[in-house]
């Protein structure tokens, strides 16, 4: 199944999927094919991030909208929610921003963080409904070079890499996932894990394992980071992105490669069973943008194929009207080059692809320098899958992966670089 051309020949942002919290910033109504958003159409975009409901976007012009559910106050206003995108005023040049499901993190160009939002799932997790300088984070990377920040649509915690090779975590830890032998436990169920790769390709992986996401077949949390028996270690890994219970790793050569929880067909293998062990799902592919969002996936090739799979129950995967709930097979239609769509974002139950400033052939070729986007080709594939989450060095990716309540939270960073003291990680 397919369409010959998915979109027309104008637009720079286009969604899909659930929209009952406005987080789209036009009516609330659910698309089941993807809809020209116009409110960005004169601007240029750099980067797009989603909560689980709210959605954030930063322009070339250091602007930054917002729209969606704000219990949290991640939107930083004094009201529950908005029906519109709106500009929120700030007075710092910001160099990145990364969400996870309840809060906003904003990195300046003066290596400066701010926060605004909280959990209110979380005890004594405190609700700040305007940017605070976080003093703790600032302190502690004060002389430092960020490489990376990042985190998740329904995540908990975030993480750090400096550009000395130190990682940082905070938030929740109560599967193991920080890697650093402990935990904080909590009163529920929680689907959490970390997948690290580095620099000579070696992937490690901590935390809940219930669905088998980190690729160890006996099922258990670990609470220290360690290697998967898998085929592909040592082989050059492009990119690794994480749904809340899966896995997805994409290799060089092509070869795409998937573990965990597969009962909406997240995997793309055709079947609904999860999967214990990684194996190759797909072969031969040109992958340029790689997303996983809750329960679904999407890649975007070099040929301008974007293929999608998993859960379509608020019509996130945009196949039209339809009762399907799930599509356990790659659905592949065509996207016009000249739109050059290669960034993509999301929430639960929706999906956002947008034209990215800079980013004329997808995530893989995204290079990140001094607070601009730089547009390098290398060698057919040799390139940083920097999706502009971050400096990514040589050819490798992080992502992390987490959800449901918990009681315990760290809110200073944690240094858990001892895991890696002979590797880079990239």
């Avoid at 956002?352 to 986007?373: A, D, H, P, V």
Wanted: charged share 15%; with cysteine; hydrophobic share 35%.
């Amino acid at each position: 199944m397919g369409q010959k051309q998915l979109l027309g020949s104008c637009g720079n942002m286009f969604v899909a999927g659930l929209n009952s919290e406005y987080q789209y910033g036009i009516s609330n109504k659910t698309f089941q094919e993807l809809v020209h958003l116009k409110v960005f159409e004169n601007k240029n975009i750099i980067k797009i991030v989603c909560g689980e409901n709210f959605t954030f976007v930063l322009t070339d012009k250091n602007e930054l909208f917002g729209t969606g559910c704000n219990f949290s106050g991640v939107l930083s206003i004094n009201q529950t929610s908005t029906t519109s995108f709106f500009h929120i005023p700030i007075i710092f040049k910001i160099l990145d921003i990364c969400c996870n499901r309840s809060i906003l993190i904003i990195l300046t160009k003066e290596n400066k963080f701010y926060w605004s939002g909280g959990d209110i799932s979380i005890v004594n997790s405190p609700l700040n409904k305007q940017f605070t300088s976080i003093l703790d984070w600032n302190l502690e990377f004060k002389n430092c070079k960020i490489k990376f920040l990042e985190s998740c649509c329904v995540g908990l915690f975030f993480i750090i890499v400096t550009s000395a090779n130190r990682i940082y975590f905070s938030g929740v830890n109560c599967s193991g996932q920080f890697g650093n032998g402990q935990e904080k436990h909590s009163t529920s169920i929680n689907i959490i894990s970390s997948v690290i790769v580095t620099d000579c390709n070696q992937l490690f992986t901590a935390g809940n394992n219930y669905y088998f996401q980190l690729g160890h077949s006996n099922g258990e949390k670990q609470n220290v980071f360690l290697k998967p028996n898998v085929e592909f270690q040592g082989k050059s890994i492009k990119l690794v992105k994480c749904g809340p219970y899966y896995t997805i790793v994409y290799l060089e050569n092509g070869d795409l490669y998937a573990c965990g929880q597969n009962d909406l067909g997240q995997l793309g293998n055709g079947k609904r069973q999860m999967k214990m062990l990684f194996h190759k799902v797909l072969t031969n592919k040109s992958i340029v943008s790689l997303h996983c969002g809750f329960q679904t996936t999407l890649f975007i090739t070099r040929e301008n194929n974007i293929y999608r799979f998993g859960s379509n129950k608020y019509g996130e995967l945009f196949i039209g009207k339809t009762s399907e709930p799930f599509y356990t097979q790659p659905m592949k239609s065509n996207i016009q080059r000249k739109l050059h769509l290669y960034g993509i974002s999301g929430g639960k139950g929706y999906t956002i692809l947008y034209q990215q400033k800079n980013n004329f052939n997808g995530e893989i070729y995204l290079r990140y320098k001094n607070g601009r986007m730089k547009n390098k080709s290398y060698l057919m594939y040799r390139s940083i899958p920097d999706h502009y989450y971050f400096i990514y060095n040589l050819f490798k990716d992080i992502i992390l992966s987490n959800e449901i309540v918990t009681e315990d939270y760290n809110h200073y960073f944690i240094d858990c670089t001892f895991t890696f003291n002979s590797h880079a990680i990239v």
